[in-house]
């Protein structure tokens, strides 16, 4: 590595870093793609890997993953990263498995492993967060992808914080005291029901509430979210 010059040694560990590739490997693709990043991908990635014990080899992680996000400009909390993760039906964040990476470009037509050509979707992916299907899609995905493996719920906080990010792109007006109420008077974790039932009730009931109907077979914490909004002078009952 003493020999090569800084710019090949940047892209020595680059490579490494998204891929997870010895030293070695990385530096056999990156000299038979002529120092190409993007067609070295095509060219480690169309090669027999060795089987290995570890559950992790075929991991793109956290670090990698930061690599992407700097080469795309974009920061690691961006939601166009959840959508990213989306398309690549990733399970956890900031962890992809390389089948997933790799299949989620070609799903978005990136045939060619290229940063540029990824970074230039980047504002169709901003785009689908406004397509109604699609954000139900994703927001549902996202219970999954931010929730610790092993868990059935989500940590209040982290719920809190991807709700937020949520609907700063498909505004509800109530999301600031959604949030205020769960800190108030929850202070427990989120369940999958809750989390799915939210979006439903901030879809189908308007922020004045004049159409909620008290009867239907909401969960009791929205029910009593409604209870918050009346006891606050938030709406008029």
């Known amino acids: 590595q003493h020999k090569l010059s800084r710019t090949n040694r940047d892209k020595l560990q680059q490579f490494v870093s998204i891929t997870g590739a010895s030293e070695k490997s990385a530096l056999q693709a990156l000299k038979a793609s002529d120092w190409q990043i993007?067609?070295?991908?095509?060219?480690?990635?169309?090669?027999?890997?060795?089987?290995?014990?570890?559950?992790?080899?075929?991991?793109?992680?956290?670090?990698?993953?930061?690599?992407?996000?700097?080469?795309?400009?974009?920061e690691p909390q961006d939601i166009v990263t959840l959508v990213l993760?989306?398309?690549?039906?990733?399970a956890t964040a900031c962890e992809f498995s390389k089948e997933d990476?790799?299949?989620?470009?070609?799903?978005?037509?990136?045939?060619?492993?290229?940063i540029g050509k990824l970074q230039e979707k980047l504002a169709f992916m901003r785009s689908e967060l406004k397509d109604e299907q699609k954000f139900y899609e994703i927001y549902n995905f996202a219970f999954g992808w931010v929730k610790e493996k092993g868990q059935k719920s989500l940590?209040?906080?982290?719920?809190?914080?991807?709700?937020?990010?949520?609907?700063?792109?498909?505004?509800?007006?109530?999301?600031?005291?959604w949030c205020d109420f769960l800190q108030d008077r929850h202070n427990k974790t989120i369940t999958k029901d809750t989390w799915a039932q939210l979006l439903e009730f901030a879809r189908t009931v308007n922020p004045v509430l004049s159409n909620y109907d008290a009867e239907g077979a909401w969960p009791y914490l929205i029910d009593e979210f409604v209870e918050y909004l009346y006891d606050k002078s938030v709406v008029d009952k």
């Not at 993760?85 to 990733?90: G, I, P, R, T």
């Not at 940590?155 to 999301?175: C, S």
């Open 38 to 74: 993007e067609a070295a991908f095509d060219v480690f990635y169309s090669q027999p890997q060795p089987k290995s014990n570890d559950p992790y080899s075929d991991m793109i992680q956290a670090e990698g993953v930061s690599v992407l996000c700097s080469d795309l400009q974009v």
């Open 85 to 90: 993760s989306w398309h690549m039906n990733a």
């Open 101 to 114: 990476f790799f299949g989620g470009l070609q799903a978005l037509g990136l045939f060619q492993h290229s």
């Open 155 to 177: 940590a209040l906080d982290t719920a809190i914080g991807m709700w937020q990010l949520l609907f700063a792109e498909r505004e509800w007006p109530l999301v600031n005291h």
